[in-house]
């Protein structure tokens, strides 16, 4: 399980900065890579203020700190840097941080000999139009949503595949995921569970009416364009973030992004199914705050 990657020299430490387990942990593993003569900064990140966003230029490892959405956001700051980036579990179960307070200490050691493996995810290149005009781009490491805005009816969505039609869906909303996102949104909207390694997407349909009810797996090559088709306002939103709105003139266009989310990884190859097993137990149990 030993990587051929160089050792990680100068590593950026991203605490959300709202969790004061996080601020915590931070501090135990800058004592860690200081002791091991390892170069770092510690950034506390609170993406609710986008304002503050740290810089990542010049480090060559990222550790986040937080829950599935702290290291989405910072996923978001990594991956067009290419940087690999390690999530360190504060607060919620999630199913993309490996790494906890109890086996810390472990993983910093191995990540310091180099034995880890670097986990390439899929995202995809979202293009939003409104009225023709190209007014924002997104990479999506989970998934884009259309969904109905304030008026409380369904909305219609016309999809078109690789330029032809496809389908028109009738429903509440419409996710299109990654195979790392389909234990996101996708999943509450009773998508399949994809691997994350699956270089795929998925079609979601959110409460469908009378209209194609069933996920769809599409191939990586696969290229899409979901147009509004309804006369009242829709809203398009990536990875959570604050929506934009949308009228029956916009489209969004969407396909594989040229680049991958890097995560280091380094737990046995089926991690997944084993942690998979273990979060949809404890979540349902779990009282959150």
Do not use: C
């Not at 999530?87 to 179960?93: F, I, K, N, T, Y």
């Amino acid at each position: 399980m030993t990587t051929t990657t160089p050792l990680f020299t100068r590593i950026l430490i991203m605490p959300n900065a709202a969790v004061a387990q996080a601020i915590d942990i931070s501090a135990a593993i800058g004592k860690h890579l200081k002791k091991a003569d390892v170069e770092f900064a510690t950034v506390p990140y609170n993406y609710e203020h986008p304002d503050n966003t740290p810089d990542v230029a010049g480090f060559d490892l990222l550790i986040v700190i937080g829950g599935d959405g702290t290291l989405l956001r910072a996923g978001h700051l990594a991956a067009p840097k290419d940087l690999p980036v390690l999530g360190v579990q504060a607060g919620r179960l999630g199913f993309l941080v490996e790494v906890n307070e109890e086996n810390l200490e472990k993983r910093l050691d191995d990540l310091l000999t180099g034995n880890y493996r670097l986990e390439k995810r899929m995202m995809l290149d979202a293009q939003f139009f409104k009225a023709g005009k190209l007014t924002a781009r997104w990479d999506v490491i989970n998934e884009i949503v259309l969904a109905r805005g304030q008026m409380i009816r369904p909305i219609e969505i016309r999809v078109d595949l690789n330029e032809g039609f496809m389908s028109s869906y009738v429903a509440d909303g419409l996710i299109v995921s990654t195979a790392t996102g389909s234990t996101a949104y996708a999943l509450a909207a009773h998508g399949p569970i994809l691997p994350p390694e699956l270089r795929s997407m998925l079609i979601v349909p959110i409460a469908p009416h009378l209209s194609l009810d069933r996920a769809v797996v599409l191939a990586e090559g696969a290229s899409m364009t979901l147009h509004a088709a309804s006369p009242y306002e829709m809203l398009v939103s990536v990875d959570g973030m604050k929506p934009l709105t949308m009228t029956n003139a916009d489209w969004v266009e969407v396909k594989a992004n040229q680049r991958s989310l890097l995560m280091v990884r380094f737990g046995e190859p089926n991690y997944f199914y084993r942690d998979l097993a273990e979060v949809m137990q404890v979540l349902p149990r779990r009282k959150t705050t």
